[in-house]
């Protein structure tokens, strides 16, 4: 995986000592006089489901948090895997008056406030929408605080049961679930307030290769350049195994990728010294894209195919909020840590981002690669960080500064990461998922698999195919990992790919024998769609 959610899921030793001492008076009330509203919670049966994909790994994080989330007693901790319904079932129509609910954030332990929590009412079998209550602080409110998102109304509105709908993109901590109302007062019909969809988030499918939005892309390799010496220097002898299927024997036999997406190694410091290098790397003679365009000149001739351009996939950095100093742009110099006249920092981030995109096209457009054709621009962030101040208007800045040149916006985010279900109204024109399931090793579960698939057909992604060794212990878990998207249909050609592969490891393989190579052996068999063997 080339970004891990390893850090999503680290907490400190003081966050149970704090979330346990949070014993405080009950929230629900006791009819004190004729007509007040009772407390209807303790007189239905309370119920958590989850409404997204749920996974073991997050299951057993949140299983240490089991706060009673009636109350105030201790908080009830819930770990990414889409939202969460908490549903009160009552045991016959009440008037309801007022349903409300606690959040926390702690921002240091990576506790953020929902963004909304939805307000529903079931009656005769069927549910309706009070609307949204959104957060009203922002998520990146780095102290630690709650705040209660609530519903109410001076009639009252008549349902059997009612739910709140809470997002959960990290972590989301809840207490004092609480539903006042009636059993003797009759409300409003909740048949007045707006009906939800019997099945609003319909599986859409996986990304086809075929579609509009996969510009072409079915088979993508990721190519880290720019540092670590060797390892992210590429030659043309290094991208002909790349582009093509090559046997033990040296014989060129059949295309292998057809799209590759450079990026910058991690260690490239995203400031304009840092991307200046960078750039200057990337279209030095001889190597990165210079080498691929000379490899492609060579396979073409190998395999017969003349006038055919390999697909280039090139990167647009992400800048955080919070980074002290970027460079000088047109004489101004470019900080990203807030000001008076720009607290988010946007217009800051969108002067870089406008400044390197500008590099990267004119650099592109005086290379004149005769055998590559650029397709996209690929987002080098992945997740939606929602606690950053300004980022949904930050990540739309880069969406349409790509759509102004003409260019879609690509994204591979993690598994688990906050605004997969988004990615379309976040901008990016196609996104691929990554299982994040053979980097697990020993612990690796299937569920993984299984789920990366579900959440792709979901909401219409691609998947990105991983390696990470390929000892036999690692071939196995890649092997297991292929099967998997076969059989949840992520195949070959039932999907768009993404493959990530460490550093080289495809490389790698293709020049060794034996064990070794079976890595090698087994993708091109993969995207083939038949078996293949390198002996010939």
Known sequence: MHFSLRGALAWCASAAVFLAASGQVPLHAQVTSAGAPQDLTSAG???????????????????????DVTSFSGWRGFSHQGKRVITLTLPRAADIVSV???????????????RYVEFQFESNGKWYSAGREASAYPLSTRNVMAQTFSW????????????????????????GFDVKGSFQAKGASAAALTPVAANPDKPVGPLLPSAPNAYGIRNMLLVETGANGALGTWSEQDFVPMLAYVAESGQITAPLFDTMLFLPYGSVPTTQAGLSAYLQDLFAPGKQLSALNQAVGYVNQALHRPGYKEQVVLSLPYFPYGQVTFGTVNGQNITFAGSASDPDAVAAREQAETWY????????NQAHFSNLKLVGLYWNEEQFRATMPGESAYVQFASQLAASHGLPLFWIPFYGASGIPDWKTLGFSAAWIQPNYVEQGAAANLARMRNAAQTAAQY?????????????ADQALYDSSLAQLSAYG???????????DGSKLLLTSARSTGQARVAYDTTASFIAGVAIHGGS
């Open 152 to 175: 109410s109304s001076s009639q009252g509105v008549e349902a059997s049961a009612v739910r709140i709908l809470v997002p959960v993109d990290v972590w989301v901590f809840l207490d």
């Open 45 to 67: 049966q309370v119920s958590v489901a989850i409404d997204g994909v749920p996974d073991p790994v997050f299951e057993a994080e949140e299983a240490k948090y089991p706060g």
């Open 100 to 114: 409300s609910v606690r959040a926390l954030q702690d921002f240091p332990l990576g506790i953020y406030f929902p």
């Open 490 to 500: 992520f195949g070959t050609n039932q999907a768009s790919h993404a493959y990530y």
């Open 460 to 472: 219409g992604l691609g998947v990105e195919v991983e390696l990470v060794g390929i000892s036999q």
């Open 357 to 364: 995109l500008n590099q990267v096209l004119n650099d592109w």
